[in-house]
């Protein structure tokens, strides 16, 4: 069984970096079937896709949060990172990593998530 | 970027009656479509991908439909456990290549 733990401060001041990473266990972070992306959902509001990255370390961004945002992948931990730089209030969220599966080379649904963790933009 | 409109944003059905969600794309997304559930304080679950294929572990009650830009949830007869938040997805790929959800539909017990 897959499982995902995300992990890293749950506190960043306002303009810093917020710096999170996810550890896959159960399962090779380096096995060809799979995409790993970044999701996050602010207090009572709905899911939003970050990015994700694949085990050769290509990677695809929200346009919307590309400036800011990197996402890298470490296969010798099993693990892969978020990095978002410049936050403020409005980055506060739950973040969530996630699985996503390719059938015949399409990158689809998320099929495993972690518990998420809370992440509060503040000084 | 695909805009995904979920409907009605609440929907109130009592217990062993059969619920509707619908969820609309901005341009078509084909089948390339997955339904969650979420509860308070969890992660969602995947319940539907491919617009009409339940997910492993997932009961008969729930079921997908549509193609294109209509999409239906229907959960054919309440359990107390099925009272949560529901989101549609797209993962269409098309450029701009982004992941879109729905804003969500809460279903409440009535």
Known sequence: ?123 | EIVMTQSPATLSVSPGERATLSCRASQSVSSNLAWYQQKPGQAPRLLIYGASTRATGIPARFSGSGSGTEFTLTISSLQSEDFAVYYCQQYNNWPPLMYTFGQGTKLEIK
Request: charged residues 10%; aromatic residues 12%; contains cysteine.
């Open chain 1, 1 to 123: 069984q897959v499982q995902l733990q995300e992990s890293g401060p749950g506190l960043v001041k306002p303009s810093q970096t917020l710096s999170l990473t996810c550890t896959v266990s159960g399962g090779s972070i380096s096995s060809g079937s799979y995409y790993w992306s970044w999701i996050r959902q602010p207090a009572g509001k709905g899911l939003e896709w970050i990015g994700r990255i694949y085990t050769s370390g290509s990677t695809n961004y929200n346009p919307s949060l590309k400036s800011r945002v990197t996402i890298s992948v470490d296969t010798s931990k099993n693990q892969f990172s978020l990095k978002l730089s410049s936050v403020t209030a409005a980055d506060t969220a739950v973040y969530y990593c996630a699985r996503s599966i390719t059938i015949f080379g399409v990158v689809t649904y998320f099929d495993y998530w972690g518990q998420g963790t809370l992440v509060t933009v503040s000084s």
